[in-house]
T-cell receptor, first 113, second 111 residues
Framework: DGGITQSPKYLFRKEGQNVTLSCEQNLNHDAMYWYRQDPGQGLRLIYYSQIVNDFQKGDIAEGYSVSREKKESFPLTVTSAQKNPTAFYLC????????????FGPGTRLTVL | RKEVEQDPGPFNVPEGATVAFNCTYSNSASQSFFWYRQDCRKEPKLLMSVYSSGNEDGRFTAQLNRASQYISLLIRDSKLSDSATYLCVVNMGTGGFKTIFGAGTRLFVKA
């Protein structure tokens, strides 16, 4: 079955540590995205990539970094520079230049202790 | 003004009721529109796309009013399983990086 996987499902981090969230898709989509969701708020775009070896900052990129070395993988690193990293992180993919319909992974819930 | 605005609710309705959600968007150049459903602590999933001519999928009907810049979702004969948050989503061009998600409207359907 085609889909998007994210790991881990839950992640706990101490302040000052960097952590990397995994996102893998086998939908053969060119475009991939990372969103952050906080209670009562809409999804906010962190980074996106429209093609391998290329990515762009979204609305809230500060304190995050990404890479796109393979079409199917788009890992997100939450660095110690991110002031308030506790949130629900969602990875999505879509056809490049499509109508905008996006397919989401199950998410990673990050808690900073 | 937010780019996409929804009434956060919650809407509390009995089983069998009809409930309607509205969503307004600020950018008149927006090109495509969607409703997503998100269950508690889960990822959003596409419920339906919204077309100018309106579209229906079983108990769900979505409509777009470009002149007034709003979209709506109507749920007829509500089921307990319809309890979720419904996200209004607007895409302002080709490519998902111009996709704006509303904060969602929470629906509770009671027995």
């Amino acid at each position: 079955d085609g889909g998007i996987t994210q790991s881990p499902k839950y992640l706990f981090r101490k302040e000052g540590q960097n952590v990397t969230l995994s996102c893998e898709q086998n939908l053969n989509h060119d475009a991939m995205y990372w969103y952050r969701q906080d209670p009562g708020q809409g999804l906010r775009l962190i980074y996106y990539s429209q093609i391998v070896n290329d990515f762009q900052k979204g609305d809230i990129a500060e304190g995050y970094s990404v890479s796109r070395e393979k079409k199917e993988s788009f890992p997100l690193t939450v660095t110690s520079a991110q002031k308030n990293p506790t949130a629900f992180y969602l990875c999505a993919s879509s056809e490049r230049g499509g109508s905008g319909e996006q397919f989401f992974g199950p998410g990673t819930r990050l808690t900073v202790l | 003004r937010k780019e996409v605005e929804q009434d956060p609710g919650p809407f509390n309705v009995p089983e069998g009721a009809t409930v309607a959600f509205n969503c307004t968007y600020s950018n008149s150049a927006s090109q495509s529109f969607f409703w997503y459903r998100q269950d508690c602590r889960k990822e959003p999933k596409l419920l339906m796309s919204v077309y100018s001519s309106g579209n229906e999928d079983g108990r769900f009907t979505a409509q777009l009013n470009r002149a007034s810049q709003y979209i709506s979702l109507l749920i007829r004969d509500s089921k307990l399983s319809d309890s979720a948050t419904y996200l209004c989503v607007v895409n302002m061009g080709t490519g998902g990086f111009k996709t704006i998600f509303g904060a969602g409207t929470r629906l509770f359907v009671k027995a």
